[in-house]
T-cell receptor, first 115, second 109 residues
Framework: ETGVTQTPRHLVMGMTNKKSLKCEQH?????MYWYKQSAKKPLELMFV???????ENNSVPSRFSPECPNSSHLFLHLHTLQPEDSALYLC??????????????FGSGTRLTVV | GQNIDQPTEMTATEGAIVQINCTYQ??????LFWYQQHAGEAPTFLSY??LDGLEEKGRFSSFLSRSKGYSYLLLKELQMKDSASYLC??????????WGAGTKLIIKP
C-alpha cells in the first residue's frame, strides 16, 4: 500500500460507455497527476493538478476529462473511448510542484480495456 | 527533443550483479530518479541523484554523471523478487519528469 489508492483495478468498457477512474491519497500531498502507461513506452503525462487547480493538459483528447474536487481526490472521466486507449492509467501525487527531490508516489493503476 | 534511453530487457542470475544503464538528453537537469515496478503494481521510488557520484542504499546503488548524461542502477546479490521493470526518469528545467520506457529485468535461478 503506497498511500495512493486507485479504483477500479480493472475496467472493461465499450466504445460508447461512460466510466470514471478514481484516485485518492492520504499523504497530505498538494500535487496530483494522471499518467498513461502503454507496453514498452515511456509514461505519458496526461494531466497535472496543483492545489486543486489544473496546471497541465498534455494535448489529451477531450474524451478524457479530469476532475479534482479537493487535494486528496482525482477523477478521470472517460467517454467514447477508442481501442488504442487501452492501457494502464496511473495516478501519482507529490508534496508540491517544483520540488522534484521528494519524488512521486504512485497508485497501482487501473488496467483499462476498450472493446 | 528530449530523450531517455535504457535497454528494453535484461536477464541475470540469482545471486549475481546487474547494471542497468540510462542515458539522457534533456533541456536542463534537476535530478534523476529510478523507480521499480512489479507487474500489475505501482512504481515505487528507489533513488534520486542530483549530484555526480555513487549513492548506495543496501543492495541497490545508483550512479550519475551529469557531464556524460548517464546514470546506472546497480543491483547486487540478486533475488527472485528483483524481477521487475526499472524506470529511469529525469527532471528537466521546467521540473517536468521525462521518463524512459523502462527495463524489464528477468532473474533466473
Amino acid at each position: 500500500e503506497t498511500g495512493v489508492t486507485q479504483t477500479p483495478r480493472h475496467l472493461v468498457m465499450g466504445m460508447t460507455n461512460k466510466k470514471s477512474l478514481k484516485c485518492e491519497q492520504h499523504l497530505g500531498h498538494n500535487a496530483m497527476y494522471w499518467y498513461k502507461q502503454s507496453a514498452k513506452k515511456p509514461l505519458e503525462l496526461m494531466f497535472v493538478y496543483n492545489f486543486k487547480e489544473q496546471t497541465e493538459n498534455n494535448s489529451v483528447p477531450s474524451r478524457f476529462s479530469p476532475e479534482c474536487p479537493n487535494s486528496s481526490h482525482l477523477f478521470l472521466h472517460l467517454h467514447t473511448l477508442q481501442p488504442e486507449d487501452s492501457a494502464l492509467y496511473l495516478c501519482a501525487s507529490s508534496p508540491a510542484l517544483g520540488q522534484p527531490n521528494y519524488g512521486y508516489t504512485f497508485g497501482s493503476g487501473t488496467r483499462l480495456t476498450v472493446v | 527533443g528530449q530523450n531517455i534511453d535504457q535497454p528494453t530487457e535484461m536477464t541475470a542470475t540469482e545471486g549475481a550483479i546487474v547494471q542497468i544503464n540510462c542515458t539522457y538528453q534533456t533541456s536542463g537537469f534537476n535530478g534523476l530518479f529510478w523507480y521499480q515496478q512489479h507487474a500489475g503494481e505501482a512504481p515505487t521510488f528507489l533513488s534520486y541523484n542530483v549530484l555526480d557520484g555513487l549513492e548506495e542504499k543496501g543492495r541497490f546503488s545508483s550512479f550519475l554523471s551529469r557531464s556524460k548524461g548517464y546514470s546506472y542502477l546497480l543491483l547486487k546479490e540478486l533475488q527472485m523478487k528483483d524481477s521487475a521493470s526499472y524506470l529511469c526518469a529525469v527532471v528537466d528545467s521546467n521540473y517536468q519528469l521525462i521518463w524512459g520506457a523502462g527495463t524489464k529485468l528477468i532473474i533466473k535461478p
